[in-house]
């Protein structure tokens, strides 16, 4: 400290260029600091944010759609209850049940009478199918139920028409009658397929869902072929409550992988997932299997996968909230957002690397960076160039004032300065001029002095002299002298030439 401060004392332009710069650049880097850490939380937070209203709102997207299905499946098990309590006209029974013959493996359904017809070519998928893979008698109860379902192929048109998404809509009964639309071959399922043990019946069926609400099946591999997909079911009930089938709607993940995989964030690297109640991958870029045969499905469950933070956040989705956190990835932290789609319980996830969630933050402190150092450079610069026009005068007054200490005359001094400082420097030209001035006067009358001293000390001496007795003898010697010569002159005689008279 002590060195700093001798440092400090031994030049002003020190003193002055360190104390501009302590009053400039600090306060320049302080305030950069803090701006921009405050302005790198708030852009993290905004891009934390922003991912997740986009996790909400695709979520909500996914819900409505689903929503939508259900709705659709809802009002066609209303319709199929109906039908399935209008009796059946018996001359209408006779015509419909000869077109519902059994295929080689003896399933009864509409494939013979179907390609007897010329097959899509001639009657195209506009219609339903039935599967039935025992003995059809034309007085029993199955045979009215699939005479009286035929109504249906109308209404499962027009749900068909305004959703997109809808791969099949079908009902089936207690006895294991399946109406299917559109067309679908009963060559798609394999032998001693009963459709009452497939997940869409059996989640609504009674003995599984004793309220007998709609209920959403985990998803599971269609055995018609469309691939995976979840449905949406129904209990199909009378009028007095009694059971009378299920009504299911089917939705191929591939029409939600348009909301949860297709999700782009950030030029693509975020990664769209949804799961269901219990952490089961619905869909999910790294698991999913696009090429799934019938019936298989490998079962991937993300409270199985990843660290420990990452299964917490699972959970989190799997309980059904909705948030944010991070978690340690293979490739270091990443970011994940979710929210929950209300009427499945699912959960839609949206994953993103740490360091592209603060990229824009990153590269606003870059540029904040680059700001500061601009400013510091420019604020050094501007003390230099203020110490300078600061010091520069103070050291021409200095040297002026030497100058005039020496009892010299004075250089003007020349300002370009502030205008103080010029003031400063005219008033000290004036003042050295006036010095010099009465300094030359003085010396001039000093030299005057000096010079009737000199006389009067001359003038005393002369007589001092003049009065002592010695010069009193010698000049009364000197006197008879003169007297003498002058006689000696007057006594010669004429015609001897005078010699030349001395004093």
């Not at 991912?51 to 709102?57: N, T, V, Y």
């Not at 709705?71 to 419909?96: C, F, N, R, V, Y």
């Not at 390609?115 to 599967?131: I, K, P, R």
């Amino acid at each position: 400290m002590n060195k700093l401060v001798n440092w400090l004392q031994g030049s002003i332009y020190r003193a002055i260029l360190l104390a501009f710069i302590l009053v400039s650049v600090i306060p320049i880097v302080l305030i950069s600091l803090l701006f921009t850490r405050q302005s790198m939380e708030a852009l993290t937070r905004q891009m934390e944010e922003n991912l997740q209203l986009l996790a909400q709102a695709k979520a909500e997207e996914i819900n409505l759609k689903l929503d939508e299905v259900m709705h659709t499946t809802l009002i066609a098990a209303q319709l199929a209850a109906e039908a399935l309590q209008t009796p059946a006209d018996p001359t209408q029974m006779s015509q419909s049940l000869a077109h519902y013959r059994p295929d080689s493996r003896q399933i009864v359904g509409l494939d013979a009478y179907y390609n007897e017809q010329g097959g899509a070519n001639v009657l195209g998928t506009d219609l339903s199918n039935v599967y039935w893979p025992h003995t059809l008698a034309a007085d029993t109860a199955v045979a009215r139920e699939i005479v009286q379902t035929e109504r249906l192929d109308g209404p499962f048109a027009a749900i068909k028409s305004v959703s997109p998404d809808t791969q099949w809509i079908y009902m089936t009964t207690p006895e294991g009658m399946m109406r299917l639309y559109p067309w679908a071959s009963n060559d798609h399922y394999p032998d001693d397929w009963d459709p009452r043990q497939i997940v869409f019946y059996t989640v609504a069926a009674p003995e599984n869902n004793p309220a007998l609400g709609p209920q959403w099946t985990p998803p599971y591999v269609d055995f018609a072929g469309a691939g995976w997909m979840v449905t949406a079911s129904a209990p199909i009930l009378a009028d007095d409550g009694t059971f009378l089938g299920v009504m299911s709607h089917d939705v191929t993940i591939e029409s939600l992988k348009q909301i949860a995989l297709e999700i782009t964030v950030l030029n693509g690297v975020g990664v769209g997932f949804l799961i269901d109640n219990e952490g089961k991958v619905i869909a999910h870029p790294a698991y999913q299997d696009a090429s799934a045969s019938k019936g298989t499905q490998e079962d991937v469950n993300l409270l199985q996968q990843g660290s420990a933070d990452y299964v917490a956040l699972i959970q989190h989705m799997v309980n059904g909230g909705q948030g944010l956190g991070y978690y340690t990835a293979e490739s270091g932290e990443s970011l994940l957002v979710y929210a929950p789609v209300p009427n499945t319980g699912w959960s839609l996830g949206v994953t993103i690397p740490q360091e592209n969630v603060v990229a824009p933050a990153i590269a606003m402190r870059n540029r904040a960076i680059v700001i500061t150092a601009v400013l510091v450079a420019a604020a050094v610069l501007l003390a230099v160039v203020l110490t300078r026009l600061i010091h520069n005068p103070l050291l021409q007054l200095l040297q002026g004032v030497q100058q005039v200490t020496e009892a010299r005359k004075a250089d003007v001094i020349q300002v370009n300065s502030f205008a103080e400082f010029k003031h400063l420097a005219q008033a000290f030209n004036d003042m050295a001029s006036h010095v010099w001035e009465r300094e030359s006067q003085l010396k001039a009358k000093v030299a005057e002095m000096r010079i009737e001293i000199d006389t009067q000390r001359k003038q005393q001496r002369l007589e001092a002299i003049v009065e002592t007795d010695f010069f009193k003898r010698l000049e009364a010697n000197a006197s008879r002298l003169r007297a003498d010569v002058r006689h000696a002159r007057q006594a010669r005689p004429s015609n001897i030439k005078s010699a030349p008279a001395t004093d």
